[in-house]
């Protein structure tokens, strides 16, 4: 008995998806669901080549494996918030430009949509967002609107999304806050309806940065002004 579990230990497999670095645990959650599902299918239609030929001692053509679509009319009860590393714009080495991926869900549906509405995103000193019922006082908010969000619209391999440059430049506001650390929340909003946010908040380090984090220039081009 202890050697078939030791050989069980030897032969088990790897996970199939290791996202930890790029995915917050929520849409890594989905994204696994939807891997083993496609992982099932495909073993299925694997058996039945191995198992059946035509006349000609051809393969079957294997069934096609519908797409996970989430309807149209499914509402949005999740959001998840991906974010990078802010990074310094102007070259002052304060952090000013937060990237950051918006994926809907309509739950049971593991697939991402793309939605009619409005996204909100809002920061706070570290421990301050207080709650969607009763939240905190923002130090910045951008609102996205639905014509606004049309061009933000973006594929990954995990599905649809939202992609957004939040500035802390916008509107000639300073990239120096009254604190370095935030925590960044985010919502949604469908016309006629409540706004969805994100479980919990992701926190992020604002303030001065080395300068590793400016973004890359050319050689070539010619200095701003």
């Not at 294997?62 to 590393?85: C, R």
């Not at 939605?115 to 709650?131: I, Q």
């Not at 019922?133 to 049309?150: C, D, N, Q, V, Y």
Request: proline share 9%; charged share 20%; hydrophobic share 40%.
């Amino acid at each position: 008995m202890r050697r078939a579990r030791r050989e069980c230990a030897r032969t088990r497999a790897p996970s199939p998806l290791d996202a930890s670095s790029v995915l917050s645990r929520s849409v890594r959650s989905h994204a696994l669901a939807s891997v083993g599902a496609a992982v099932a299918a495909c073993a299925l239609v694997a058996g039945c080549v191995e198992t059946t030929r035509t006349s000609d001692g051809r393969p079957p053509v294997p069934e096609p494996v519908k797409p996970l679509v989430t309807p149209a009319e499914a509402p949005i009860n999740a959001v998840v918030l991906i974010t990078g590393q802010p990074i310094d714009t102007n070259g002052n080495l304060w952090r000013d430009r937060i990237d950051a991926t918006v994926y809907l869900f309509a739950e049971p549906h593991r697939m991402p949509a793309f939605r009619e509405g409005t996204l909100e995103f809002a920061v706070y000193p570290m421990g301050g967002a207080g709650s969607p019922s009763r939240p905190g006082k923002a130090i910045r908010t951008w609102t996205f609107s639905a014509e606004e969000l049309l061009a933000k619209r973006s594929m990954t391999g995990f599905g649809p999304c939202y992609q957004v440059s939040l500035s802390l430049l916008a509107d000639g506001a300073s990239d120096r806050l009254p604190v370095d650390a935030v925590d960044l929340s985010v919502s949604f909003r469908a016309p006629d309806s409540a706004p969805v946010w994100t479980e919990g908040v992701t926190t992020i380090q604002l303030g001065q940065a080395s300068s590793s984090s400016r973004p890359m220039r050319s050689a070539s081009a010619a200095p701003s002004r």
